[in-house]
Structure formats: C-alpha cells, structure tokens
C-alpha cells in the first residue's frame, strides 16, 4: 500500500477523536481501518478487548452515508454492542429473536430509509429468504462478521448458522467483508477466508501478548479447589474475580460455598434471561466481586478492572481458554490468569466430546433412513426410535457435512454419500484440540510466548516475563494452591485393588472397593489418571450400543511397573 492509497489523515483521526474521544489509535488499528476504509476484504485475528469493533465502525462513520451490517451470534453481544454505538450517538438497530413484532419492524424501517448506520443481526436471520431479500433491496456497504471463527469446523465455537453465510453473503456485493475474532489457529484463519469467499483479503493478526497478565497453571485435585479458590480471594488485590467452572451445577455448588464475606453469584445457561441480566448489570456495576460462571458467560462483557480469572478445571481447548483469561486486566493494570486442573479433568471433556460429537455409527442410522424415504426428523424419529434431541443432532451433523440436504420448508434429502469422511475428520480434529490444552498444562517455557505463537502471532519473540514459568519465585502461592500432589496411601490401596485382576471396568472396581469409603468419585478418577500418566496403569476403551446411543466405558489394569510399585511397597 503506498501514501497515495491512504485516505487523509483527518478523515480516520478525525472521527476517532470527535466521535470516540480517543488522541491515538492503538497498535495496527489504523492500518486495519484504512484497509475496511477502502472497501477491502479483511481478516482481523485480535485478542479480546484490543479493540476490533472499532476497526469497522470507524471506517463506517469516515465514509459518507455508509451502513454497515453486523453478523453476530448471541443476543448479549448484538445488544452491547448497539448500545455502545447509541450512547456515542450514532444511530444503531438489531434485529433478533428477543424483539417484539413492531420493534422489528421499526428497525427494518429505518435501515431502509437510511436513518440507521448499522444493524445487527443473528447467522440465522440471514436464513430466512423474505429477510435477505429485504437487505438486497437494502444493501449494506460493508459485511463485519463477528466471532468469525464460528464458521470453521475446524475452529472451538464452530456453530451450523456461520456455514451458510457465504453463499447469503454473496448476494449483498459489491460490501466489502471484514471477518473479525479473537481466536483463530492459522488452519482455521485460511477456514475463513475460503468459507466467505474473501477476495484477495488483507489480513492482520497480531496483538496477541499481554505481559500484564501473570499466567499461573497448578495442578490440584477437585475436592481442593473451593479451598484453593478462598486463597486466591483472600488477596483483595484479586478482586473482581470471574471464575469460570465446567457445569452448572458445580457454578452453583462453588458460589455457595464461597466466604460469605465476598459478593458473590452463580451464573450459567440455565438461568432465566432477566436474572442473568440481573447478575450481568451487578458485576459490571461493581455490586458483586465475584462471578462463578460457565462459558455462558463473558461474550460481549468489556469491563475493564477484571483483576483474576480463575479456571476451575482444565480448558477443552486453547482458544476457549485464551479468549477467557482474555476478559482480564483490560485497563492495562497487573492482572491475574489461574488455572487449577488435574488429569482427571480430560473426563469432562471426553464426556461432553460424545454428548455434541456422536458416533457414525448413530449418525449413518439417520443418513439410512432419510436415504430410504424419511422425509422429516419426525420420521427419522418414528422409524428408529431415537431421542428428538438426538435426531435433531444427527441431522444438523449430516447437513454441516452435506449428508443430507434440507429444503426451506424443512424437508430432508439424502446428500453427498461422502458426508462420513469429513465428519470423522472433524470429531479427531475436536479430540486433538482438547489434547492440545492438555499439552499446554504441561509444557515448559513461557505461557504467554506460548499462546501468541500458537495463534501465528511471532510480534512474540520474548519472555512475558511474570508467568509462573519466567518468574517463579514470585509465584510462592502456587505451592499453596497444590494441595495434594501425590497420595501415596490412595495410589498404593488403587493398585492393590487390582493386583488379582488382569484388568477392571473402572465404575465397577469403584462400586465394590471405594464407594461410601471417604472416597469421592472425582478422587478415584483423578488418581486414575495420574497412575495412567506415570505408567503404573493401562486403560482400554469399549463401548455398547443402548436405546440407539453408543455408550463408552474404560477398563484399567496394572503395567509391569505398577505391579513393581506394589511389591516395593510390601517389602
């Protein structure tokens, strides 16, 4: 790009300072800018809270009558992010499931008398062809796709709603896309481009290093961490703190049992919209200190003094976990990433990998029938006696993979008989990505170099310098929070527990030898994998079909090693 493509210097800085407040941009901002500015295909790859939206806002408001339509996937971020642009004064409208009849109406109104300059929509609205045609009438000048990443299988948060936006897309050119995200491996960047059919893209990532933020990995046991969690708070410094759990029962469990002391509440998926709002608004507020949530929580949420986020179990993927520790230390102050887990931990995600990856197997039962004549999921239903939830999964996999087709009123179609090739490809690529994680936990060299590289950042070339890696004597806390390393007791009675058989079923052995014993299920699994990773155990993976579900169970049994520890133990 020479000098002479760049728009006047006053045309971008201008609107920067007199609409945002702002004397400078940040890092890359202005040369993103200039590039959306000049009707560009971009993708932008920055860390949350970098500053993202502001790279296709600005260049909305620098070019006269310009509109920009905005694709973003939940409800919470569309309305955040319509707020902030109508507190700036400048005219914004959403669109989304939430809204009355005539609030819709009266947005659609002003998008196409020109009153509004953007309007935020759902993927899925773009689905309904009334609704497109409405925009082709009405085109925007420029596309942002929000949390771009959505649209790659290959990606963490791949959602079916993104895989059909390029062909919709299409048909509101000459708009210039610009795809933004904060978590987006290389593999899943060039995923995007392709699947937008981005033309001849700019592409920027970068920005990834925050060597404000001190990253700490401690390995402690389930039943430890509610304990671990009062030492950390215990540090007002800390103070407010977004503790991200697995489940929503754990989110409730753990903000009950909290210091009573602290303001504290449970957020998850489960709750009612107003009492999640409710939590939401107090946290921002600063009438709570502390947030146990599920990943339910965080899109959208731009509060700057977050100090802590606390992991209670490990991540399923990188990405998931970059973008969650991302939401502390916004204000450029010290912040603090801890993460507690245990290999036990793996459980959780393997479990969850089934529940939204099932087997071929179930899903070729669904491809059968619909081959053979079912035209509906209702009749999938009725002919194998599935589950609705279930039908309703296998079916949304087979048309992600083009397994099956479906028409606008809902009718299913068999499609591409090679469906099953790219569907085992992207549950191994899931599986990978939660190996990944696990490698992370436990590599060596400094976390936050680490993260920037593994997003393709190489601005990352030092040592953040205050990860419990590069300055561990400043981490004295960590061994606080290491609660139990190593039970000798309990790995020696797990191992002589299995002397008199060449192999368990792991629920089994723990029904006849340790429940009701002072023995919680987490602990027995959790020494299960730590006997498994030094190599005093083996574990065998079977499973058995049941009411249509492929159902997994494990069976361990003692290595030549573990069978060495228990005699070294009797002598």
Not at 41 to 46: E, K, S, T
Not at 348 to 366: G, M, V
């Amino acid at each position: 790009m020479t000098n002479q493509d760049l728009p006047k210097k006053s045309v971008l800085d201008h609107v920067l300072s007199d609409v945002y407040g702002f004397s400078q941009f940040r890092p890359r901002q202005r040369e993103v800018c200039v590039s959306v500015w000049r009707n560009t295909d971009v993708l932008l790859v920055m860390p949350t809270g970098a500053g993202k939206s502001l790279c296709y806002q600005l260049p909305t408001l620098a070019r006269q009558e310009a509109r920009t339509l905005v694709i973003s996937p939940l409800i919470a971020l569309i309305e955040d992010q319509c707020a902030k642009l109508t507190k700036l004064g400048i005219s914004a409208v959403r669109i989304h499931s939430g809204m009355s009849r005539f609030d819709f109406q009266e947005a659609c109104e002003k998008w196409s008398d020109g009153d509004a300059r953007f309007l935020f929509v759902a993927p899925e609205r773009l689905s309904q062809g009334s609704f497109l045609e409405f925009l082709e009438r009405n085109k925007p000048s420029l596309i942002a796709v929000d949390e771009a990443h959505c649209i790659s299988m290959w990606g963490h948060d791949f959602r079916a709603d993104y895989r059909n936006l390029s062909s919709r897309l299409e048909r509101l050119r000459p708009a210039g896309i610009v795809a933004l995200t904060a978590t987006a491996t290389p593999e899943v960047q060039r995923d995007i481009v392709s699947q937008l059919r981005m033309r001849k893209p700019d592409i920027f990532i970068h920005g990834f290093r925050r060597d404000n933020l001190s990253i700490s990995l401690c390995k402690v046991l389930p039943e430890n961490r509610v304990q671990a969690l009062q030492t950390i708070l215990a540090d007002r410094a800390k103070l407010p703190c977004l503790v991200y759990v697995p489940t929503r029962k754990l989110a409730e469990l753990t903000a009950s049992q909290l210091d009573g002391r602290l303001r504290v509440r449970a957020f998850h998926a489960g709750m009612p919209v107003d009492e999640r709002r409710k939590i939401q608004d107090d946290f921002m507020d600063d009438n709570l200190d502390v947030i146990v949530a599920t990943s339910a929580f965080g899109m959208g949420i731009d509060k700057a003094g977050i100090r802590t986020v606390v992991h209670f179990a490990a991540p399923g993927s990188i990405e998931s976990y970059y973008q969650e520790i991302g939401r502390a230390a916004r204000d450029g102050h010290p912040g603090f990433a801890i993460l507690m887990y245990s290999l036990s931990d793996r459980k959780t995600h393997d479990y969850f990998l089934e529940q939204n990856y099932p087997s071929a197997n179930i899903l070729r039962k669904i491809y059968d029938a619909i081959d053979s004549g079912a035209e509906s999921r209702l009749d999938v239903e009725m002919r194998l006696g599935m589950p609705s939830d279930d039908v309703r999964l296998g079916v949304e996999k087979l048309w992600v993979h083009g397994g099956i087709q479906i028409s606008d009123e809902g009718v299913l179609r068999a499609g591409d008989h090679s469906w099953e090739t790219r569907y085992k490809a992207q549950r191994i690529h899931k599986e990978q990505l939660i190996s990944k994680a696990f490698g992370f936990l436990t590599s060596a060299g400094c976390r936050m170099t680490t993260l920037a590289r593994y997003f393709g950042d190489m601005d990352a070339a030092h040592d953040c310098g205050v990860c419990d890696y590069c300055a561990p004597l400043e981490h004295g806390d960590k061994e606080s929070l290491m609660q139990i390393t190593q039970d000798l007791e309990g790995r020696r009675k797990l191992l002589q527990s299995l002397s008199s058989y060449q192999s368990k079923v792991t629920g089994q052995l723990f029904r006849e030898r340790f429940e009701g014993q002072a023995w919680s299920r987490d602990k027995y699994e959790s020494l299960i994998w730590e006997l498994e990773s030094d190599g005093l155990l083996f574990r065998t993976s079977q499973s058995f079909e049941k009411n249509g579900r492929t159902l997994q169970f494990h069976r361990i049994g003692l290595t030549e090693k573990g069978r060495d520890f228990i005699t070294r133990g009797a002598e």
